[in-house]
């Protein structure tokens, strides 16, 4: 039977992945090593069953967090590095395989006469149905030559977008359609949930940075998606640097990234305008033809009230002249066909009107809703300008700061000019004095010299 203590730390061994004396564990933007002696190994009271919704929820978490490591670190490394990317850069394959990873998440598996088989590339075909611009890069993949399995395309998919940097416009574009999605993926999966929506936003900070592939001679089939969590560890024990050196970078990415979002929402406000505007002409056109319909109605109406008059003259003569019975009732006759086929005639063109009205009313709800849409995202761009405004205002305080300081160093090593200038000329006083104090010495020892021979000679004398 197993004992509390290895029921315990079965437990905490489902919940986090361990390696050799550590456990990984996410601690901000980072995934933290934490050793294992720091898990409480208090007996539980009960032993907890696992939920499927808790554990596809816990996957769900760490694929987002995973994903927003692998988009942080392949930013940040792709500016600092500062040129196009290729397929041999190592963030850039970390970051396709969490991307499959995620598109994996919750699918629904096919079954074919091999088993049962998970493939992303199903949703992905859709992409070109909801957005028309994604037809070009279906296309392209059908026709390389080396693809033979729907994984395979489904990775050329992913390079191929982001390559012509819509990734995350084709994502969103997905994510919104869940009654298409319903169709490949599970309820809890992450492309049905909130935070395959959330992924989908942070993809839009990779249109900053450019790739280049070459997907003829790369065997995307064959792969095995491995996430490498050494690109994201550190210690856990370990302090936060000093964050004073990163932050213009940090102003400008972020003034990039809202720059490249407000360049999305325009081009979203002009669609919107336009739509808008086809909407009010066709609106005027149909409020024409309801014009000219109603024209007809009355026309149809008069016609039909001077046929009643007509056939009430008939009906008249018919009653005063005895003869020509025959040729009377056929005269009847006639009439009253064509009383029917006027009365036929305005049914259906009463019918008509009804219609145009119903479509008409359609149109001016569809307009206002599409109204209200350009409104919000009018509100939208002007909060975004804000922000980049004050982003602006952040960096120009920086580069004041900057300025600043230049001037002080350039001061500081004026002042250190002079008193290298000052300490020169000491050094050449000291040497002149040194060189006057020679002279004195040897001037002062040759009238002792004298002096002493004098005295010398005095004594001789004496």
């Known amino acids: 039977m197993p004992t509390p203590t290895t029921d315990k730390i079965t437990q905490a061994a489902m919940e986090t992945i361990y390696l050799c004396k550590f456990r990984v564990s996410m601690d901000g933007e980072w995934l933290c090593l934490r050793e294992l002696d720091d898990i409480s190994l208090t007996p539980d009271p009960e032993p907890t069953h696992e939920d499927p919704n808790y554990l596809m929820a816990n996957e769900r978490m760490n694929l987002m967090n995973m994903a927003k490591l692998s988009i942080k670190g392949l930013i940040e490394s792709a500016l600092n590095l500062g040129r196009t990317l290729d397929s041999d850069y190592a963030p850039l394959q970390q970051f396709f395989v969490v991307m499959e ?166 081009a979203t406000v002009n669609n919107l305008q336009a739509k808008v505007d086809a909407l009010e002409k066709s609106n005027t056109k149909l409020t024409e033809e309801l014009a000219v319909a109603n024209n007809r109605i009355i026309t149809l109406q008069e016609e039909m009230e001077r046929v009643k008059e007509e056939s009430s003259y008939i009906l008249e003569s018919n009653r005063k002249v005895t ?45 206002v809703a599409l109204r209200q849409q350009l409104d919000d995202l009018r509100a939208l761009k002007h909060e975004l300008s804000f922000k980049l405004q004050s982003s602006d205002m952040g960096v120009k305080q920086k580069s004041e700061l900057n300025s600043r300081l230049e001037e002080k160093t350039n001061q500081m090593a004026a002042t250190i000019k002079q008193l290298e200038q000052r300490l020169r000329q000491a050094e050449k006083d000291r040497q002149l004095a040194q060189q006057d104090n020679r002279l004195f010495k040897q001037e002062f020892g040759d009238k002792i010299n004298s002096l002493q021979l004098e005295v010398e000679e005095l004594c001789r004398q004496r």
């Open 323 to 367: 003869k020509d019975r025959t040729a009377d009732g056929q005269a009847l006759t006639e009439a009253r066909k064509q009383l029917k086929e006027e009365t036929q005639l305005r049914l259906e063109m009463e019918l008509a009107m009804k219609m145009l009205e119903k479509d008409v009313c359609e149109k001016q709800d569809a307009l």
């Open 101 to 266: 990873h995620c598109l994996k998440h919750g699918l629904k598996a096919k079954k074919t006469f091999l088993g049962q088989n998970k493939s992303f590339w199903g949703p992905l075909e859709l992409v070109e149905k909801l957005v028309p611009e994604a037809a070009e890069i279906t296309a392209s993949v059908k026709d390389l030559p080396g693809l033979k399995t729907p994984v395979g395309r489904g990775r050329a998919w992913l390079r191929l977008a982001l390559m012509q940097k819509k990734l995350s416009e084709y994502m969103k574009a997905l994510i919104n359609r869940k009654d298409l999605l319903s169709e490949f993926y599970e309820p809890n999966a992450l492309m049905m949930e909130e935070e395959g929506a959330i992924i989908a936003g942070l993809l839009v900070g990779l249109n900053v940075i450019d790739a280049n592939f070459c997907m003829k001679g790369e065997d995307l089939d064959s792969q095995v998606g491995v996430i490498d969590f050494s690109m994201y560890l550190k210690d856990g024990n370990s302090t936060k640097g000093s964050e004073g050196d990163g932050q213009i970078t940090a102003i400008l990415d972020q003034k990039n990234y809202v720059e490249e979002l407000n360049r999305h929402l325009s």
